[in-house]
């Protein structure tokens, strides 16, 4: 299973991305949104999550002050097991 930040803001580099996850001390990856990524996924607001299973396909979707703490170990967990 991967986890990646995305960035979804077009001013905002790599680089300022890299910065805060390592102040952060984040361990995962972190990605730019490609062009037409967020039209793509119908991300709105920032964020969004969306999870994807081992074939691509959207299990989970919500937006920004939604889902608990307990909803993405749940969803980590059937993701893992699923493999």
Do not use: C, H
């Amino acid at each position: 299973m991967a986890f990646y930040a995305v960035g979804t803001d077009p001013v905002e580099s790599y680089e300022k991305l890299a910065a805060y996850r390592d102040k952060q001390g984040y361990p995962w990856p972190i990605a730019q949104a490609g062009d037409g990524m967020l039209s793509k996924f119908r991300v709105l607001q920032q964020s969004t999550k969306i999870a994807f299973n081992g074939r691509g396909t959207v299990v989970y979707r919500d937006l920004f002050g939604m889902g608990s703490d307990e909803r993405w170990r749940e969803l980590f967990d059937e993701l893992w097991s699923s493999g």
